[in-house]
């Protein structure tokens, strides 16, 4: 029954720099392991980071390994995606869920409407 809410997204030149929000309420927050995903035009949704109940451990794809950085507020119920050197293959509608460690696969349960981010060459 949490309820999750993603902002932050905008209109961004390649090479810039962003910070996604996703705000937690219901359910007791730093229970969960937590992950962002994303969703471009024409495309299935992909993982994209994950960050422990903890904060004490974090994984990336790939893709953004080096440029992204996972983080949370367990006191603000927030986890934060601070993102990089953004190129244009990052434009997409960026969500925030709960998740399972290790296969990085989401919780069931509906997801929410994310923040759309677009980064211009």
């Known amino acids: 029954q949490v309820h999750l809410v993603e902002s932050g997204g905008g209109l961004v030149q390649a090479g810039g720099s962003l910070r996604l929000s996703c705000a937690a309420s219901?359910?007791?927050?730093?229970?969960?392991?937590m992950g962002w995903f994303r969703q471009a035009p024409a495309k299935e949704r992909e993982f994209v980071a994950a960050i422990r109940w903890s904060g004490e451990s974090t994984y990336y794809a790939d893709s953004v390994k080096g440029r992204f950085t996972i983080s949370r507020d367990n006191a603000k119920n927030t986890v934060y995606l601070q993102m990089r050197s953004l190129e244009p293959e990052d434009t997409a509608v960026y969500y925030c869920?709960?998740?399972?460690?290790?296969?990085?696969?989401?919780?069931?349960?509906?997801w929410g409407q994310g923040t759309q981010v677009t980064v211009s060459s």
């Open positions: 219901g359910r007791t927050f730093s229970n969960y392991h």
């Open positions: 869920k709960g998740m399972t460690w290790g296969t990085m696969t989401p919780l069931g349960g509906s």
